[in-house]
């Protein structure tokens, strides 16, 4: 069965050091993997997503994620923390190849100090 | 194109009281969903329809019923609210074969 792990509820960065939001997940299939942000009183929105083939991944706002199969890790990272990054950060994946369903991790809130 | 919209905002419900909570989206997609989120539990699916006239349980359907009224709404009932059910609700659309959902800005619940 598919489920995703994100490790540290919360994560604080000073503004203009790098930001490491961490994912793994588990998954009898090649997984389909997402990162989607949410900022307060939002709802969600993609900020990127794994499907297939290059294994970096680029999203908006600067943001980048790996896929790496070894480590079953999908973290994801941008270079220099913006004030405007403060927000929530969810990591899913797709249920399985045959359907459109996801399994959402459980959040990690992300906080830019000055 | 107002993408998904939600309502209410906000509600406040007493014990045992029903209500419906009603999505829309103007963008054709043949999917949608209704999740709910918890603090520390992430999002969780309750139902999801695949397209118009079918809908499919989800992790935590109990307590909720829905109706896929038409390609463009997706309403989601409960019954006989319970204390157990506040919490904020989203509903979320998706074309398919894009693996890239949009979501309403929510509505927050509260069952007093």
């Known amino acids: 069965a598919q489920s995703v792990t994100q490790l540290g509820s919360h994560v604080s960065v000073s503004e203009g050091a790098l930001v490491l939001l961490r994912c793994n997940y588990s998954s009898s299939v090649p997984p389909y993997l997402f990162w989607y942000v949410q900022y307060p009183n939002q709802g969600l929105q993609l900020l990127l997503k794994?499907?297939?083939?290059?294994?970096l991944v680029k999203g908006i706002n600067g943001f980048e994620a790996e896929f790496k199969k070894s480590e079953t890790s999908f973290h994801l990272t941008k270079p220099s923390a913006h004030m405007s990054d403060a927000a929530e950060y969810f990591c899913?994946?797709?249920?399985?190849?045959?359907?459109?369903?996801?399994?959402f991790g459980t959040g990690t809130r992300l906080k830019v100090l000055a | 194109n107002a993408g998904v919209t939600q309502t209410p905002k906000f509600q406040v419900l007493k014990t045992g009281q029903s209500m419906t909570l009603q999505c829309a989206q103007d963008?054709?997609?043949?999917?949608m969903y209704w999740y709910r989120q918890d603090p520390g539990m992430g999002l969780r699916l309750i139902y999801y329809?695949?397209?118009?006239?079918?809908?499919d349980k989800g992790e935590v359907p109990n307590g909720y019923n829905v109706s896929r009224l038409n390609k463009r709404e997706f309403s989601l009932r409960l019954e006989s609210a319970a204390p157990s059910q506040t919490s904020v609700y989203f509903c979320a659309s998706l074309l398919g074969g894009t693996d890239t959902q949009y979501f309403g800005p929510g509505t927050r619940l509260t069952v007093l």
């Open positions: 329809s695949a397209s118009e006239g079918t809908t």
């Open positions: 794994y499907t297939t083939g290059a294994t």
């Open positions: 899913a994946v797709r249920r399985g190849s045959g359907t459109y369903k996801y399994i």
């Open positions: 963008m054709n997609h043949n999917s």
